[in-house]
């Protein structure tokens, strides 16, 4: 279990030898609920001596970033904590405000596209509308607004048909749905300047 044993400890506040009637399970319930990693919680009374605890624990499925804090978020949007973030490595990172409350919907869009999501490092919610994504090799990818899982599909196929990864670029904006704008690096501007010159001089 992910949920630290100490803090449920300490939610449910038992003490040795307190007399088990008044022992307030209500309370202890709702203690326990306020834990991040909790999503549901039943506290029972067991006579004569027990007291039963049922735990429904929240997935993580991101790291939300705010500046250099990084708390785990499940599929609700509900911020679970940070203890057992390095834990979780495999997560990806989101970043912005209101973050956590749209990560479940980028999970699924990416899903849609295994080979391509599996080198999405991180995303950051812009403006609270739309996402940029960052691949593992530098390059940045930004989702228009408006239908992002077709932009999405449409980028899954140019990787399969033109290497859209390739190191001459740093930037991949899809935010026009006539058409795609790719930032170079200096280096591959220059390269692809002298294979147009030498085009233009061999017609």
């Known amino acids: 279990k992910a949920l630290p044993g100490d803090d449920l400890l300490a939610a449910l506040d038992l003490n040795l030898g307190d007399p088990i009637l008044f022992y307030d ?3 202890a319930q709702l203690r326990v609920e306020q ?8 506290v029972e009374r067991q006579l004569p001596d ?3 605890v049922n735990l429904q624990e929240r997935t ?6 705010r500046d250099k804090s990084f708390t785990l978020v ?7 904590g940070g203890d057992s973030v390095n834990k979780h490595g495999h997560l990806k990172v989101v970043v912005g405000d209101n973050a956590p409350e749209n990560a479940a919907n980028l999970m699924r869009l990416l899903a849609e ?12 919610w ?6 940029n994504l960052h691949l ?3 390059i940045d990818v930004r989702l228009p607004e408006a239908n992002p899982v077709g932009a999405w599909a449409k980028l899954a196929n140019l990787q399969k048909e033109h290497a859209v990864r390739a190191k001459d670029i740093t930037a991949i904006d899809m935010r026009q749905p006539d058409r795609l704008v790719v930032k170079m690096t200096d280096t591959g501007a220059q390269r692809l300047l002298e294979i147009s010159k030498k085009v233009d001089h061999e017609t």
Not at 74 to 80: A, K, N, Y
């Open 60 to 65: 993580p499925i991101a790291i939300w970033q």
């Open 25 to 27: 399970v209500d309370a």
């Open 35 to 42: 834990l991040g990693w909790v999503r549901k919680a039943t």
């Open 136 to 138: 593992d090799n530098g």
């Open 113 to 124: 596209a295994p080979d391509l999501e599996a080198r999405v490092i991180a995303a950051v």
């Open 126 to 131: 812009i403006g609270n509308r739309r996402w």
């Open 50 to 52: 027990k007291i039963y």
């Open 74 to 80: 499940d599929s609700e949007g509900e911020v679970i």
